[in-house]
């Protein structure tokens, strides 16, 4: 059987899109009179929001505004500064994002219901995930585990938040456990700490919409940018992808097929 599946936040089980980080990189980033696209927002989603920002100063673009725009090459304490500064922007943003993907509530309640241990891992600090959880938990969704970005020394890509759920869930081997996530970072923590992984498309940072905007799209318009969401995530060695959550029931079975035959996901 598989026993443990670690999911993802923002874009995979809350905040259809991951909108909540982007709008809160925005509003920072202009306040400091440099602002900066949706695009450069999103492209190294996933990372700590420290790690996330330190990418996004050593950006060239980004770096030579900034030194234009304040007459020096920005420093780690500038990151450091950014970082403080973000956190109110992001529970603002947070808040306002904390609706679950459809179908996710469920997926867990059946997975419990099947002794699957549920962890999670965000890029969010604990902070940050304040009034996320306790706004998940009352539409059904409280994992047994969150691991949020500073409760251990890294952060993804690297597997020590995964293994740290796995851990305190008591589940093991790895290779008996699924990472889920929406941003390539998530699935290279996975093969990293030698679980399986699920690549999340149309929900998260890949499309970057919200549910309805998704929805209105033409059809053709919206394969494609589905498909292009699951690119990279395949790039970064994801065994399957869907497209939200409630779609993960039948890959899971299939993985718990693959388990039971004798694979590994290496």
């Known amino acids: 059987m598989i026993r443990a599946v670690v999911f993802d936040w923002a874009g995979t089980m809350i905040d259809f899109g991951s909108r909540a980080p982007v709008v809160a990189l925005l509003r920072l980033f202009k306040a400091n009179g440099l602002p900066i696209t949706e695009a450069e927002a999103r492209a190294d989603m996933g990372r700590a929001k420290r790690d996330h920002i330190a990418a996004l100063l050593a950006a060239p ?10 007459g020096s090459a920005p420093t780690a304490a500038d990151g450091d500064r950014l970082h403080d500064a973000i956190l109110p922007e992001m529970q603002a943003a947070a808040r306002d994002c904390a609706t679950l993907i459809p179908g996710a509530a469920d997926l867990v309640r059946r997975l419990r219901a099947q002794g699957v241990g549920i962890g999670s891992s965000t890029g969010y600090t604990r902070a940050m995930m304040a009034d996320i959880l306790p706004a998940a938990a009352a539409q059904g969704y409280a994992p ?18 995964l293994w740290r759920n796995l851990v305190e869930l008591g589940a093991w081997p790895a290779s008996a456990c699924v990472k889920v996530d929406d941003a390539a970072v998530g699935i290279a923590e996975g093969r990293g700490g030698g679980t399986w992984t699920v690549g999340v498309t149309a929900s998260g940072n890949g499309v970057g919409l919200a549910e309805d905007a998704l929805a209105a799209l033409p059809p053709a318009e919206r394969s494609a940018r589905i498909a292009a969401a699951g690119a990279p995530l395949l790039e970064a060695g994801a065994h399957y992808l869907v497209e939200t959550v409630a779609a993960l029931d039948p890959v899971l079975a299939e993985i718990a097929a693959r388990i039971a035959a004798g694979d590994r996901p290496g």
């Open 61 to 70: 673009r980004i770096a030579a505004a900034w030194q234009a725009a304040h």
């Open 144 to 161: 047994d585990v969150v691991v949020c970005a500073g409760d251990t020394r890294e952060g993804r890509p690297s597997p020590l938040m």
